[in-house]
C-alpha cells in the first residue's frame, strides 16, 4: 500500500490548487492546467515504455494526433448527407449516431463522441501493434529514426488530408458527455469540473502504472532494459514485453488526444509536428527517465509555464536548452541530483519503486 | 537417458568454423564440462545451446524434445539457465530484484494482472520475494538484498547472478566461466557451490579455464580445440589423453 | 509522359539525390569515428546556406560561400568541443536527445537571426532562366553545379580518406577507437575533426543548392531524416554507396509524383526508411553479419 501514498499527496493537492485559485479568484489558471493534465496523461505512458522498458519514441506526438483527430473528425464531419446510404442508416439504428443543429438550423448528423472515442483509442492500439512489432526490434539510432519517421507520417497526413482539415486543423468539436452531468468541454462555467475529470484520469491512470511497474511485468521490463540478453535468458519474452508497454503508452496517448480535442474545441497540425514528441521526451528525461512521479511533477510545471507563455517566443528554444543541459549534466534526470539521493536516504526507505 | 543431447552442431561466423560438428550429451544429475584453449569455440558453443546465437546446422535436444529452433526465453522456461562469462545482471535494480526477476519463468502474472492489480498476482508476488530471498540466502548474500547489483564487488557480483539463475528452478544450468576473475579463494568457494547445487538435483554444464576446478568437480570433460571435439572422457582419463595434453602443453610452450 | 517532363522529372531527382547523399556522408563522417548519429546534420546545410547568402550582401559570392563553409565548420567543432568532447562514454540514448537538443537550439537561433523568410543565393552562371542543352533537353546551369560540386566532394573526400594521413587517422578510428589510441591517434581530437569535415561538406551542399531549393530556418530536420535513410539505405558508414542510395532515393522521391500527391512526397521517402529498417537494417549493400557487429 506504500506506493499509493504519494497518490494520496497527489489528490490533495489537486483540490487544494482548485481551492486555493478559488480564494484567489484565479480560476482562469484551471484552463492551462487542465490542458496540463492531458499532456501529462501522454508523458506518464510514454515514460513507462521509455524509462522503464528503455525504448525511446520520437512519435508520440502521432498516436496523440490519432485520438485527437480521428475523434474530432467523426464527431464534427456531417454524415447528413449520406444519411440514406447503407451503413449510415445502419450506424444510425445502432444509435451510434446523433443528430443536433448548427447555427443555421441545418441538421447535423454526426458520430457520437463515445463511439468516436473508442474508434479512436482502438485505432492508436492497432497502428501501435502493427507499427511496435518490426520497430522494436530496432535499438538505438535506428528505434529513435524510426518513431520519428512514424511521427513525421502522421503529421504529413494530418497537414494533406481535407478530412482532417489540412493546415488549419479541425474546429467546432463538440463536448464529450462522459456520464450524465460529467462533460469534457471547455465551457467558461465548466472550468471545475473539467480540471477534476482531467486530473481525475490522470490519478487513474497513474494508478495502472505505478501497479504495473511494481508487478511482475513491471520488474521484466526494467531487466530488458538492463540486458535484454539476460532477461530473455531468465524467460521474459522481451519482445511481447515491450509491444504491450509500447501499445499502452499508445493508448494513454490517444486518449490524452481525445480529451484535450473535446475540451479545446478543436485541433491543429501543431499537435502531431515533431516538436511535440521531442517535448515530451526531453520531459520524461527531465523527470530522471524511470520515474513517473518525476515525469509528472516535471511535465505539468513545464507545460503549465509553456502554456501561460512564459517562454514567450522561445518556447521550443527553452525545451532544447533545457534538453541538453539535463543530458550534460544530469542525466539521471533532475529529481535524481545527488542533493536528493542525501534527502532520500535521511527517510528510511524498504524497496525502491523501479 | 540424457537430459540434454547435441547433434552434429555447427556454426561459422565468416571464413571462421568456429563450433565445427560438435556432438555431445550431459546426462541427468551430472556435471559436465567443456574445455579447450581459448578461441576454442567453448562460450559460441553455449550460447548455441542457449540459443543467443544461431546455428547454421545442428540438433539440441532437451528433456527429448528438440530445443534448436526455440526462442532465448523459451530455453529458460523450459528449464535451462544460465550465467554470463562477463556477468549481466540488470543495473538500476537491487540483488533481490535481479533474483527475483530470475522467478520470471515459474510465476504467472501477466500484464493486465500487474496494472490491475489483481490479487492472483499479488500473492504470487509475495511467493517470489520469499523465494528470492530464499536463493541469495543460499548463497550467503541475503544481507546484500537491498544493495544495487551492478554496485556490488565482483564476487559478490558473480554470486547475484548463480542466485538468479537458480531462482528459475532449472532442470539444467549452464555456467559460463564461473571462476572468471576470482582468486583461488573465491573459487573454491565456486567449487562447493557447485557441488551443493548438483545435489540438489540440478544438472551443470560448465565451460570453465580453471583445469583445476573441472577436474576437481566434474563428472565427465568434453575437450574443444578450433571448435572440434578431440576428447570425451571422465576427468582421469581426459588427464591421460595425449592429444589433450599436446594442446594445453603446446599452447604453454607458445 | 513525354519524353521532356521524364528529363525535368530525372534531373530533379538527381539534384536533391545529390544533396541527401551529401547529408548521408555527414552522417557516416561522424558515425565513423563516434558511433554517433548526429541529429543536427540537417542543420549544418541550412547554416552553410544562411551564412553565404548573408556574407554575399558584403562578399563576392565564391567568397561568401568559402567563408560560410569555414564559419559552419567552425561551429561544428565549437559544438563537439562543448557539448560531445567531455562526455566520458555517454549513453546512445543521451547522445541522440543531445544531438536532438542542438539541432533545436541552433534552428531557434537561427529563426532568430533571419526569421522565416525564405532566401536564396543567386545562380552562380546566368539566371533562374538560363538554361544548357544537353543531349537536347534544357538543364539549369545550377543543376550542373550541384553535380559538379557534388562529385568533386565526394572524390575529394575519398582520396582523403585513402591518401592523407589524416584521413587514415579518422579510419583507424572508426576501426577500433581503443586500437588507435593506443597506437598515439588522438581519437578526441579525430571526433572535432570528423565534426569540423561533416558541418563543412554540408555547408557547400548548403551553399550550392541554395539557388535551386531556397534556403529556410527549419529545411533541417527534413533533410536530416532523408539523409538519414539514405545512410541506412547505403548501410551505415558506407559512403560511396551512399551516393548510389541518394540518388536512388531522390528519383524515386521525384517521380513519385506521378502517382502520389506532392504533399505526401515526405512521406513517401520516410516510407522507404521505416521499410528498409524493417527489411535490410544493414542496408541494400551491407552484409547482415557484419552489420550485427556494430553497436547501434
Redesign the interface.
Known amino acids: 500500500m506504500r506506493q499509493y501514498f504519494p497518490l494520496c499527496i497527489f489528490l490533495a493537492l489537486v483540490v487544494l490548487i482548485q481551492l486555493v485559485t478559488q480564494i484567489t479568484e484565479t480560476a482562469f489558471y484551471l484552463t492551462q492546467l487542465t490542458m496540463s493534465a492531458y499532456y501529462s496523461l501522454l508523458i506518464i505512458g510514454l515514460c513507462t515504455i521509455m524509462g522503464y522498458a528503455?525504448q525511446?519514441s520520437?512519435g508520440h506526438a502521432g498516436f496523440f494526433a490519432i485520438g485527437g483527430y480521428l475523434s474530432a473528425g467523426l464527431t464534427t464531419h456531417n454524415l447528413q448527407p449520406f444519411a440514406d446510404t447503407g451503413i449510415t442508416s445502419l450506424l444510425d439504428k445502432a444509435g451510434l449516431l446523433v443528430s443536433s443543429k448548427d447555427l443555421y438550423g441545418d441538421t447535423l448528423l454526426t458520430v457520437h463522441p463515445w463511439i468516436a472515442c473508442i474508434v479512436a483509442i482502438s485505432t492508436a492500439v492497432i497502428i501501435a501493434l502493427v507499427l511496435g512489432g518490426?520497430?522494436l526490434?530496432?535499438?538505438?539510432?535506428?528505434l529513435?529514426?524510426?518513431t520519428?519517421?512514424?511521427g513525421?507520417?502522421i503529421f504529413?497526413?494530418a497537414?494533406?488530408t481535407p478530412y482532417f482539415g489540412e493546415a488549419d486543423g479541425l474546429s467546432g468539436v463538440p463536448s464529450f458527455t462522459l456520464l450524465p452531468g460529467i462533460t469534457v468541454s471547455g465551457d467558461f462555467g465548466a472550468r471545475i469540473i473539467n480540471y477534476y475529470i482531467a486530473w481525475g484520469t490522470v490519478l487513474i491512470g497513474m494508478l495502472?502504472?505505478i501497479?504495473?511497474v511494481?508487478?511482475?511485468?513491471?520488474?521484466?521490463l526494467?531487466?530488458l532494459?538492463?540486458?535484454e540478453?539476460?532477461?530473455?535468458?531468465?524467460?521474459?519474452?522481451?519482445a511481447r514485453?515491450k509491444l504491450?508497454t509500447f501499445v499502452?503508452s499508445a493508448a494513454y496517448a490517444a486518449l490524452a488526444g481525445v480529451l484535450l480535442t473535446h475540451y479545446n474545441g478543436s485541433i491543429g497540425p501543431g499537435e502531431a509536428g515533431?516538436?511535440k514528441s521531442?517535448r515530451y521526451?526531453?520531459i520524461v528525461?527531465i523527470g530522471g527517465m524511470?520515474h513517473l512521479w518525476g515525469a509528472l511533477i516535471i511535465g505539468t510545471l513545464l507545460n503549465f509555464m509553456s502554456m501561460r507563455g512564459l517562454f514567450g517566443s522561445?518556447d521550443?528554444?527553452v525545451?532544447?536548452?533545457i534538453?541538453?543541459l539535463i543530458?550534460?549534466f544530469a542525466?539521471q534526470g533532475l529529481l535524481r541530483l545527488h542533493i536528493w539521493k542525501h534527502i532520500q536516504k535521511i527517510k528510511p526507505k524498504?524497496?525502491?519503486t523501479? | 537417458m540424457a537430459l540434454l543431447e547435441v547433434h552434429n552442431i555447427n556454426k561459422r561466423f565468416g571464413g571462421l568454423h568456429a563450433v565445427n560438428d560438435v556432438s555431445f550429451s550431459v546426462s541427468e544429475n551430472t556435471i559436465k564440462a567443456v574445455i579447450g584453449p581459448n578461441g576454442a569455440g567453448k562460450t559460441t558453443l553455449f550460447n548455441l545451446i542457449?540459443r543467443?546465437i544461431e546455428a547454421n546446422d545442428g540438433k539440441v535436444f532437451f528433456q527429448n524434445k528438440p530445443i534448436h529452433s526455440l526462442?532465448?526465453?523459451e530455453?529458460?522456461?523450459r528449464g535451462i539457465?544460465?550465467t554470463?562469462q562477463n556477468i549481466?545482471?540488470?543495473?538500476?535494480?537491487?540483488a533481490?530484484?535481479?533474483v527475483?526477476?530470475?522467478c520470471?519463468?515459474k510465476?504467472r502474472?501477466?500484464?493486465l494482472?500487474?496494472?490491475?492489480?489483481l490479487p492472483s498476482?499479488l500473492s504470487?508476488?509475495k511467493m517470489?520475494r520469499e523465494r528470492a530471498y530464499e536463493f541469495l540466502d543460499l548463497l550467503g548474500i541475503a544481507d546484500l538484498a537491498?544493495l544495487e547489483a551492478t554496485s556490488l564487488a565482483f564476487g559478490q557480483q558473480r554470486a547475484v547472478e548463480f542466485a538468479?539463475a537458480l531462482a528459475?528452478e532449472p532442470s539444467l544450468l549452464l555456467l559460463d566461466e564461473p571462476a572468471a576473475g576470482l582468486n583461488i579463494y573465491e573459487t573454491a568457494k565456486v567449487a562447493k557451490l557447485i557441488t551443493k547445487i548438483q545435489q540438489r538435483g540440478i544438472t551443470i554444464l560448465l565451460v570453465e579455464h580453471d583445469m583445476s576446478l573441472v577436474m576437481d568437480i566434474s563428472d565427465e570433460i568434453v575437450v574443444l580445440s578450433f571448435g572440434k571435439k578431440i576428447a570425451e572422457d571422465h576427468p582421469a582419463a581426459i588427464q591421460q589423453n595425449k592429444e589433450v595434453i599436446q594442446i594445453y602443453l603446446g599452447e604453454d610452450d607458445a | 509522359m513525354n519524353p521532356d517532363l521524364f528529363f525535368q522529372y530525372m534531373l530533379a531527382g538527381i539534384t536533391y539525390g545529390f544533396l541527401y547523399a551529401i547529408v548521408a556522408i555527414g552522417f557516416n563522417i561522424i558515425y565513423n569515428t563516434t558511433g554517433i548519429?548526429n541529429f543536427a546534420q540537417g542543420e549544418f546545410v541550412m547554416l552553410g546556406g544562411m551564412f553565404a547568402i548573408t556574407l554575399n550582401n558584403i562578399l563576392p559570392l565564391p567568397l561568401a560561400i568559402a567563408a560560410a563553409v569555414v564559419i559552419t565548420m567552425l561551429i561544428g567543432a565549437l559544438l563537439e568541443i562543448l557539448?560531445i568532447r567531455w562526455?566520458d562514454n555517454?549513453?546512445?540514448?543521451?547522445m541522440?536527445?543531445?544531438t536532438?537538443?542542438?539541432s533545436?537550439?541552433i534552428?531557434?537561433?537561427a529563426l532568430h537571426f533571419w526569421g522565416e523568410t525564405v532566401f536564396s543565393l543567386p545562380y552562380f552562371t546566368g539566371n533562374e532562366l538560363s538554361t544548357v542543352s544537353i543531349l537536347g533537353a534544357k538543364v539549369s546551369p545550377q543543376v550542373l553545379w550541384v553535380i559538379g560540386v557534388s562529385i568533386i566532394m565526394v572524390t575529394a573526400l575519398s582520396l582523403f580518406f585513402k591518401f592523407t594521413f589524416t584521413g587514415q587517422q579518422m579510419r583507424a578510428c572508426a576501426a577500433n577507437r581503443l586500437a588507435a589510441r593506443l597506437c598515439g591517434i588522438n581519437a578526441k581530437n579525430m571526433v572535432t575533426f570528423s565534426f569540423m569535415l561533416s558541418a563543412g561538406i554540408g555547408a557547400v551542399a548548403g551553399s550550392v543548392i541554395s539557388p535551386i531549393t531556397y534556403t529556410q530556418y527549419d529545411i533541417g530536420?527534413g533533410l536530416a531524416?532523408k539523409g538519414?535513410t539514405v545512410a541506412?539505405l547505403g548501410g551505415l558508414g558506407n559512403s560511396v554507396a551512399a551516393v548510389i542510395a541518394g540518388l536512388l532515393l531522390g528519383l524515386i522521391e521525384s517521380f513519385s509524383i506521378i502517382v502520389i500527391?506532392l504533399?505526401?512526397q515526405?512521406?513517401v521517402s520516410?516510407?522507404i526508411?521505416?521499410i528498409i529498417?524493417?527489411v535490410r537494417?544493414h542496408g541494400l549493400f551491407g552484409r547482415s553479419d557484419t552489420a550485427s557487429l556494430k553497436?547501434?
Open positions: 528503455g525511446i520520437l518490426p520497430v526490434k530496432l535499438k538505438g539510432h535506428y529513435a529514426m524510426a520519428l519517421g512514424f513525421i507520417i504529413r497526413i497537414m494533406a495502472l502504472l501497479n504495473l511494481n508487478s511482475r511485468m513491471g520488474r521484466a526494467s531487466a532494459h538492463g540486458s540478453e539476460a532477461a530473455q535468458a531468465m524467460g521474459v519474452n522481451t514485453a504491450l499502452l515533431v516538436m521531442v521526451v526531453a528525461a524511470a522561445y521550443d528554444a525545451f532544447g536548452i534538453l541538453i543530458m550534460l542525466p524498504k524497496h525502491g523501479a | 542457449s543467443n526462442q532465448p526465453y530455453i529458460a522456461q539457465s544460465r554470463f549481466k545482471l540488470f543495473h538500476g535494480m537491487s533481490l530484484e535481479n527475483m526477476v530470475g520470471h519463468p510465476s502474472a501477466g500484464f494482472a500487474g496494472i490491475l492489480r498476482s504470487e508476488e517470489i537491498h538468479r528459475s | 548519429i557539448f562526455l555517454p549513453s546512445v540514448l543521451r541522440i536527445i543531445i536532438i537538443g542542438l533545436i537550439l534552428r531557434e537561433l530536420p531524416i538519414f541506412i500527391p504533399a505526401f515526405e512521406a520516410i516510407s526508411l521505416l529498417l524493417f537494417p553497436e547501434f
